[in-house]
């Protein structure tokens, strides 16, 4: 059984009580099954339950159907009869879902260019639903982990981008470099990532040096712009100094580094995680502003309460 032959998918991105144009599998004991036939109907309660149980690793679709799922998800984007809340979910897990795969992909230069429909996507419903922005980042209290983060990275550091000002073409870039900032975390022990407690001090060694693997990661391939190159190597540098891996400063830093380590620092304080609770919006920013300033951009910290009331993150 060769997995490369079927991509992950989010049930909840499939339209209830409609005769499904795929089939969708499960993986089980090694062999990939038939979960629901082509022509099927899955009805709203039993996504929502299956959707509950799913990690991310639970449906299927053959590659060969992959433009038939695009267009599927597609339509339900433009339906008028789907609401921008419920849009922003499909969005978001059908993105999710992506993101999984494009972190795994051996050629990451192939990677980033198959992200650009990600943001465009990000982009167009940002402009189009200004309202539901908010929902496009994650509701479930789940866990912090790096595909969830990645994307809610992208989503703060696109809106950001645009209270800052930047055109189009400069969106986009942003939009890729954020969502591949820790592509590094790939060369960092799977039992660090996913530590349900605090790092000790040689596991903190071990991670800080993701900034330096994903640099080594990119330099492999290319293509791939300085821009995007810095938002992964710089954004844990410190605007007064002291961050890590140059300890650059201020306008050293790349305006990209500047703009993810904010973005990167509001979402870890702002969501779940097995050892603390989450904070408030405001409370998180409040800190940043008052206690660690001196490691933000204050122009770029002072953009980010401007855009604060359009993505206020729900956390119970």
Not at 208 to 214: K, L
Request: glycine residues 6%; aromatic residues 10%; charged residues 25%.
């Amino acid at each position: 059984m060769d997995l490369t032959e079927y991509f992950r998918i989010r049930l909840s991105t499939v339209r209830a009580f409609e005769d499904l144009p795929f089939d969708i599998y499960i993986y089980l004991d090694g062999k990939m099954i038939t979960y629901v036939k082509i022509g099927s109907q899955l009805t709203r309660e039993k996504i929502s339950h299956l959707h509950g149980k799913d990690t991310g690793e639970s449906f299927y679709v053959h590659l060969s159907h992959q433009q038939i799922y695009r267009d599927h998800v597609k339509f339900s984007m433009n339906s008028d009869k789907i609401t921008n809340d419920e849009k922003a979910n499909i969005l978001r897990e059908t993105s999710i879902g992506i993101l999984e795969d494009l972190y795994e992909a051996p050629d990451v230069g192939k990677a980033l260019e198959q992200s650009k429909p990600i943001i465009t996507e990000l982009l167009t419903f940002m402009d189009n639903a200004p309202e539901s922005i908010g929902k496009l980042i994650s509701l479930s209290g789940h866990d912090f982990y790096t595909y969830n983060h990645s994307f809610d990275v992208s989503i703060y550091s696109l809106g950001l981008g645009q209270a800052l000002g930047f055109d189009k073409k400069t969106l986009e870039e942003l939009g890729q470099s954020s969502l591949f900032h820790d592509v590094g975390k790939r060369n960092v022990p799977i039992e660090i990532l996913c530590k349900k407690g605090p790092l000790d001090e040689n596991e903190w060694v071990q991670m800080r040096m993701h900034p330096t693997y994903g640099l080594k990661i990119l330099n492999e391939h290319t293509g791939i712009s300085d821009a995007i190159k810095a938002a992964c190597y710089e954004h844990h540098e410190s605007w007064t100094g002291g961050g890590y891996p140059q300890d650059l400063s201020g306008n050293e830093i790349h305006p990209f580094g500047r703009i993810v380590a904010l973005t990167d620092t509001y979402d870890a304080m702002t969501t779940q995680r097995s050892y603390n609770k989450p904070m408030k919006p405001t409370e998180a920013l409040n800190m940043m502003k008052e206690k660690i300033s001196g490691r933000f951009d204050p122009d770029m910290l002072n953009a980010m309460y401007s855009i604060l009331f359009k993505m206020e993150k729900k956390v119970s």
